[in-house]
Structure formats: structure tokens, C-alpha cells
């Protein structure tokens, strides 16, 4: 399988870039293995005191921190079945700060949104291990731009790995 090529710049949107950049890996299977244990060896350090912590007014607490990364996780892996299944459909975008209030994700424990994640990384895992090569490169429309399904998969590596470094240097960084 061709887990390790990264993609392309043209072939996902540039806001994107950041995470592509911020996934660590030599695969992207790997990429995702590591942002898990990253995002278990941050949230070791959150104190049971600190767990709806906001390092700001207004800014989301430590669970809907994690919340967002297991909604926006499944969203992109969403996608990318859809589009490696070869659905054209142009996909709509979701807006972000809508869903962390309706999470409610501060009535749950760490842990349970801990075990949460895990599941769905567990899933996306599942779901990239299955498609065969070609797969891969299969794009689609979401949120109005083009990006394709290996980028996805360094996406949702990347986008937790900077939760986790937001987590660590905003949230944590004085304990």
C-alpha cells in the first residue's frame, strides 16, 4: 500500500496544511498510531480538578477539546469512505463552534471521552487499513474544495497532534 506518500499540497486545501505538517510518522497509519499515544500522554497530565478547564473566556474547555477531535475525526473519516468508494457528491462543511456546545461534553468524564476516542480512531484505523491503493487517491468535494483520501487520513493524524500540542502549551503548561 502506498501509506507512506504523503500527499500532495494540491491534493487537500491549504488550511489543511498545518495538519499534514503536524502529522509524525513514515506512514499515515503510523501517523495516527502516534497522534494517539500523543493525545493518551497529554491527557495523563490534565489533574481531575482541570478537566473543564479554559486557559480563556469563551475558549473551549479540555473535554470539548477532545470532543472536537472525535467529532471532526469522524467527519473526515465520513468523507473519506464516501469519496474512496468513488460517491461524488459534494459533501457540506461543519462548523465547529456549533458542535462544542451541543456536545455537552463537560456532563462526561475524561476517561469516558478518552475511551471515545480511542473507538473512533480505532475505526478510521480499520477503515484506511481496508481500501485498497487506489483508494487512496480518490478525491472529493467537502466544504466546497477538493481533497483526496490519503490526505484525510494525514489530516485526522494531524489535526489530533495539534489539539494535543494546544492542549499542552494553553491548557497544561503550568502544571
Known amino acids: ?74 467527519i473526515f473519516a465520513y468523507r473519506a469512505l464516501r469519496f474512496s468508494r468513488g460517491d461524488s457528491t459534494e459533501l457540506p462543511g461543519f462548523e465547529e463552534n456549533d458542535y462544542a456546545p451541543s456536545s455537552q461534553a463537560d456532563r462526561r468524564t475524561l476517561e469516558d471521552l478518552l475511551h471515545e476516542y480511542d473507538v473512533v480512531r480505532e475505526a478510521s484505523l480499520l477503515l484506511f487499513q481496508s481500501l485498497p491503493s487506489e483508494a487512496l487517491d480518490r478525491s472529493g468535494n467537502a466544504n466546497g474544495r477538493s481533497i483526496n483520501v490519503r490526505a484525510i487520513g494525514w489530516v485526522i493524524a494531524g489535526h489530533s497532534n495539534h489539539h494535543a500540542t494546544v492542549l499542552a502549551e494553553r491548557y497544561l503548561s503550568n502544571n
Open 1 to 74: 500500500m502506498s501509506y507512506a506518500t504523503r500527499p500532495a499540497p494540491a491534493d487537500f486545501p491549504t488550511f489543511y496544511h498545518r495538519y499534514v505538517e503536524e502529522a509524525a510518522g513514515g506512514d499515515m497509519l503510523d501517523a495516527m498510531r502516534i497522534a494517539q499515544r500523543t493525545m493518551h500522554e497529554v491527557l495523563a497530565r490534565v489533574p481531575s480538578t482541570m478537566e473543564e478547564h479554559r486557559y480563556a473566556p469563551e475558549k473551549w474547555s479540555i473535554k470539548e477539546v477532545l470532543q472536537h477531535v472525535i467529532d471532526a475525526e469522524r
